[in-house]
């Protein structure tokens, strides 16, 4: 199902079925002559930052990168983690209760704290690379 994403660009983009599609370059370049139109003043003053926001709304939007699908229940420890709830409260939500023994709940326990760990250095290092990455004079 096709989103619409202005108010005006119903008129301006006559959605159609997968079928009636035409190739990706056209699209994409119909996509970007109408996004120079609606957000004009936007792109006059940051152009750079424009179209890194664009891209990231765009990856949003698209089925994720090749790989291991997130877990839910790392996403959501990082979340509790993030509102400032303790290890104790992580737990107590995030991991099943049926885990038998005390070698196997602290394992799994050590294993979530882990995943959220890595997931959270993972977006440092990726920020830091692109921070890395700017003109430099």
């Not at 291991?68 to 991991?95: D, S």
């Not at 602290?106 to 920020?127: D, E, G, I």
Request: net charge positive; glycine share 4%.
């Amino acid at each position: 199902m096709a989103r619409v994403l202005a108010p005006s660009w119903p008129q301006l983009y006559p959605l159609v079925s997968g079928r009636d599609m035409r190739d990706l370059r056209a699209t994409t370049q119909e996509f970007a002559a109408l996004l120079r139109i609606e957000f004009a003043p936007e792109i006059e003053q940051d152009a750079h930052g424009f179209k890194r926001r664009v891209l990231g709304f765009l990856k949003a939007e698209l089925p994720p990168r090749p790989g291991r699908p997130r877990t839910e229940a790392v996403t959501h420890a990082a979340e509790m983690l993030a509102q400032g709830k303790t290890w104790r409260q992580i737990y107590a939500e995030c991991l099943p209760r049926n885990i038998l023994g005390h070698d196997s709940r602290q394992l799994t326990q050590y294993r979530l704290r882990c995943a959220v760990r890595s997931r959270r250095n993972v977006r440092r290092r990726r920020k830091s690379v692109s921070n890395s990455s700017a003109k430099k004079i």
